[in-house]
T-cell receptor, first 113, second 110 residues
Framework: NAGVTQTPKFQVLKTGQSMTLQCAQDMNHNSMYWYRQDPGMGLRLIYYSASEGTTDKGEVPNGYNVSRLNKREFSLRLESAAPSQTSVYFCASIDWGEGNIQYFGAGTRLSVL | EDKVVQSPLSLVVHEGDTVTLNCSYEVTNFRSLLWYKQEKKAPTFLFMLTSSGIEKKSGRLSSILDKKELFSILNITATQTGDSAIYLC??????????FGGGTRVLVKP
């Protein structure tokens, strides 16, 4: 049981490049989330998917897009990376009502030069 | 816009001290409040509070929610160096939207 798997673990981009962060969970959870965490700060919600087939904006959605490909996978895309998007990105999943424990991936450390 | 504010931003205590962390929230269609502990990597779940006035306890940690005054506190008694972490407060709204507070950084010195 792998839990939540994020790839890649590290990435360096140049300004203007695009990339997709992948996230998959094997716990059959309905809800999945993407967060960013800047140094010394708390987590901020980028986008979330309450259930398969739905996605909604969080606190800081600008510059990002998401796709809930199926129940397992929720990807985050940066179309044109900017230095302000340098951060650590976390994916998480949860099944509300089943223990209410949110499982997090290990994080992706992204640097945009 | 939903908002969760934690205080203090950081604190330093000595082993054995008691710590109280504060969290106030303004969350539309509020459903519950969660506390997480974050050490080096991803946060780990501590508590989920849905009802006002009912204390949840886990070892030396306890938490309570006041839905009238829109705040929650997290208490840590007899602190240990292993309690050093960032503590995150999260408001959960209908539709499963989560809003995180900025966190309180706790450092417990021996």
């Amino acid at each position: 049981n792998a839990g939540v798997t994020q790839t890649p673990k590290f990435q360096v981009l140049k300004t203007g490049q695009s990339m997709t962060l992948q996230c998959a969970q094997d716990m059959n959870h309905n809800s999945m989330y993407w967060y960013r965490q800047d140094p010394g700060m708390g987590l901020r919600l980028i986008y979330y998917s309450a259930s398969e087939g739905t996605t909604d904006k969080g606190e800081v959605p600008n510059g990002y897009n998401v796709s809930r490909l199926n129940k397992r996978e929720f990807s985050l895309r940066l179309e044109s990376a900017a230095p302000s998007q340098t951060s650590v990105y976390f994916c998480a999943s949860i099944d509300w009502g089943e223990g209410n424990i949110q499982y997090f991936g290990a994080g992706t450390r992204l640097s945009v030069l | 816009e939903d908002k969760v504010v934690q205080s203090p931003l950081s604190l330093v205590v000595h082993e054995g001290d008691t710590v109280t962390l504060n969290c106030s929230y303004e969350v539309t269609n509020f459903r519950s409040l969660l506390w997480y502990k974050q050490e080096k990597k991803a946060p780990t779940f501590l508590f989920m509070l849905t009802s006002s006035g009912i204390e949840k306890k886990s070892g030396r940690l306890s938490s309570i929610l006041d839905k009238k005054e829109l705040f929650s506190i997290l208490n840590i008694t007899a602190t240990q160096t292993g309690d050093s972490a960032i503590y995150l407060c999260v408001g959960k709204a209908a539709g499963n939207k989560l809003t995180f507070g900025g966190g309180t950084r706790v450092l417990v010195k021996p």
